[in-house]
């Protein structure tokens, strides 16, 4: 009964690879985001969809592309990854967009060598 | 754009007392402020919530106060235990975007 998860929790990786992170919520909601947590644990939001539209865009290298095939999932893709990528990278829900909870994923910790 | 500045970093009591973490946010149009607990290799969850035409909230040991002409807001976790140790993070709803503008996190540390 998973509300938010993310595939898979840890991924460790060479400099250089493409990687993808999946996200999957199953709580009926419009709107998914993408955030990074630094080794500071800042929080920082990357991206935002509301079925399946990129709302928000943050500034971001666009080494980093989202991919929303329906409402339910949204997928982070890193091309050319890099060691400043190394982060732990939350997807999040909110029934709607704007200002209303945000259920989050457990996490992806990223590790590139 | 919004911007949270929270404070303390850390924060360590005894089991029992009580806890406060303040925050303050740049933008006097933001209405939404919502606080997250983040236990160890978990993802942020929400503890509670306040909105701009509520001056105070309460939920049984946590309370929240919002003081909109200052722009600042604070979490109070009162009788603490040692299982309410965790990152906690206070934010603020960007009005033109609708995104969440987190503060940098107080790591609190209850001490049995």
């Known amino acids: 009964d998973t509300a938010v998860s993310q595939t898979p929790k840890y991924l460790v990786t060479q400099m250089g690879n493409d990687k993808s992170i999946k996200c999957e919520q199953n709580l009926g909601h419009d709107t998914m985001y993408w955030y990074k947590q630094d080794s500071k644990k800042f929080l920082k939001i990357m991206f935002s969809?509301?079925?399946?539209?990129?709302?928000i865009n943050e500034t971001v290298p666009n080494r980093f592309s989202p991919k929303s095939p329906d409402k339910a999932h949204l997928n982070l893709h890193i091309n050319s990854l890099e060691l400043g990528d190394s982060a732990v990278y939350f997807c999040?829900?909110?029934?709607?967009?704007?200002?209303?909870?945000?259920?989050f994923g457990p996490g992806t910790r990223l590790t590139v060598l | 754009g919004e911007n949270v500045e929270q404070h303390p970093s850390t924060l360590s009591v005894q089991e029992g007392d009580s806890a406060v973490i303040k925050c303050t946010y740049s933008d006097s149009a933001s209405n939404y402020f919502p606080w997250y607990k983040q236990e160890l290799g978990k993802g942020p969850q929400l503890i509670i919530d306040i909105r701009s035409n509520v001056g105070e909230k309460k939920d049984q040991r946590i309370a929240v106060t919002l003081n909109k002409t200052a722009k600042h807001f604070s979490l109070h976790i009162t009788e603490t235990q040692p299982e309410d140790s965790a990152v906690y993070f206070c934010?603020?709803?960007?009005?033109?975007?609708?995104?969440?503008?987190f503060g940098q996190g107080t790591t609190l540390q209850v001490k049995p």
């Open positions: 969809y509301n079925n399946k539209e990129l709302i």
């Open positions: 934010a603020a709803s960007d009005r033109n975007t609708g995104k969440l503008i």
């Open positions: 999040a829900s909110s029934q709607v967009r704007g200002d209303n909870e945000q259920f």
